[in-house]
Nanobody
Framework: QVQLVESGGGLVQAGGSLRLSCTAS????????MGWYRQVPGKQRELVAD???????NYADSVKGRFTISRDNARNTVYLQMNSLKPEDTAVYYC??????????WGQGTQVTVSS
C-alpha cells in the first residue's frame, strides 16, 4: 500500500499563487508517474498535470503556462506550483501515484478556492 499526504491548499484571491505538496510513504518502490487531478461537484475528475520518474511532464491545456509540476524522487514528493490562479481553478485537488502493473493510489484531496 501507498499512503499519500497532501498539503498546501487554501483560499487565495484571483491572480495569487499556491503550492501543493504530496508525499508518498509505505510501499513506495516501483512508483512511476505522480500527478495532480482536480474535481468540482458534478463533474468528472480531470488531469491537471503529471510527471514521470524521469521528469517528463504533461499538463492540461487550461493550466499550461500557469502551473508547474515538479518532483523530488529522494523525498517521494510531488509539487504543484500554481500561479495566476483563476476562480475556475477552484476545486478539490487530488494527488495520484501510478506504480508498475497499473496500480493506482489517490490522496485524500485538498481544497483550493480562488476568489474573484
Amino acid at each position: 500500500q501507498v499512503q499519500l499526504v497532501e498539503s498546501g491548499g487554501g483560499l487565495v484571491q484571483a491572480g495569487g499563487s499556491l503550492r501543493l505538496s504530496c508525499t508518498a510513504s509505505g510501499s513506495i518502490s516501483s512508483i512511476n508517474t505522480m500527478g495532480w487531478y482536480r474535481q468540482v461537484p458534478g463533474k468528472q475528475r480531470e488531469l491537471v498535470a503529471d510527471i514521470t520518474t524521469g521528469g517528463s511532464t504533461n499538463y492540461a491545456d487550461s493550466v499550461k503556462g500557469r502551473f508547474t509540476i515538479s518532483r523530488d524522487n529522494a523525498r517521494n514528493t510531488v509539487y504543484l506550483q500554481m500561479n495566476s490562479l483563476k476562480p475556475e481553478d477552484t476545486a478539490v485537488y487530488y494527488c495520484k501515484v501510478l506504480k508498475t502493473y497499473a496500480r493506482v493510489y489517490w490522496g485524500q484531496g485538498t481544497q483550493v478556492t480562488v476568489s474573484s
